[in-house]
């Protein structure tokens, strides 16, 4: 059975640091992992999504890297912003369903 | 244009009412998804309707009953809920499959519905 866990459960960082979000599965037969971004009472707006067969994505000052056989991928969040906090989410596609399985989250918070 | 629109934002019903949420969007995806997020914690799947038939069922009560009368559109039918369902209801698309499989896709989340049952 597929489990997430994403470290660590919340971070609290000055404005304008560099920034590492971690996300660990416990199978690596996965199809992909989606890094999404859930701001209170909100849905999720999806961040960047890593397909199996791809080391690393990249958006703006965001950075998702994926490292299949170890089951880990880290969100690395470049020149921090107040603007930046949110609860961070991982999830996972393990099966050919459209399941997506969600680690419990990251809560940052960038204090100006 | 990435949006899916779910109505209504707050929905307030007692534990014999019956009330339906809806999810719409016109990205042509062919896959969409029901999750329910409960405070503080991830999302769970509940349902998939992958080219309008429902293709995952996560085990939900029965008081909850899915709709997908065509491709733009998911309805989630609510009949004698709960207290404990509370909750925050999501729904999702994505493009469908791709090769065959539908998990390559990124899914695209609404902005949710908050259910409170009194």
């Known amino acids: 059975k597929q489990e997430v866990t994403q470290i660590p459960a919340a971070l609290s960082v000055p404005e304008g640091e560099n920034l590492v979000l971690n996300c660990s599965f416990t199978?690596?037969?996965?199809?992909?992992l989606q890094w999404f971004r859930q701001d209170p009472g909100k849905g999720l707006t999806s961040l960047l999504l890593?397909?199996?067969?791809?080391r690393e994505q990249t958006s703006g000052r965001l950075n998702a890297s994926l490292d299949k056989s170890s089951g880990r991928s880290t969100l690395y969040i470049a020149a921090s912003q107040p603007g930046d906090s949110a609860t961070y989410l991982c999830?996972?596609?393990?099966?050919?369903?459209?399941?997506?399985?969600f680690g419990q989250g990251t809560t940052l918070q960038v204090k100006p | 244009d990435t949006e899916v629109t779910q109505t209504p934002k707050h929905l307030v019903m007692g534990m014999t009412n019956k009330k339906s949420l809806k999810c719409e969007q016109h990205m042509g995806h062919r896959a969409m998804y029901w999750y329910k997020q409960k405070a503080k914690k991830p999302p769970e799947l509940m349902f998939v309707?992958?080219?309008?038939?429902?293709?995952i069922n996560e085990s939900v009560p029965s008081r909850f009953s899915p709709e997908c009368p065509n491709s733009s559109l998911l309805n989630l039918h609510l009949h004698a809920l709960q207290p404990e369902d509370s909750a925050l209801y999501l729904c999702?698309?994505?493009?469908?499959?791709?090769?065959?499989?539908?998990?390559?896709?990124?899914?695209?989340f609404g902005a949710g519905t908050r259910l409170s049952v009194l």
């Open positions: 999702a698309s994505s493009l469908g499959t791709s090769g065959g499989v539908i998990a390559k896709n990124i899914q695209y």
């Open positions: 309707y992958s080219y309008e038939k429902l293709s």
């Open positions: 999830a996972v596609a393990s099966g050919n369903t459209g399941k997506l399985i």
């Open positions: 890593i397909q199996s067969s791809q």
């Open positions: 199978d690596s037969a996965i199809y992909n």
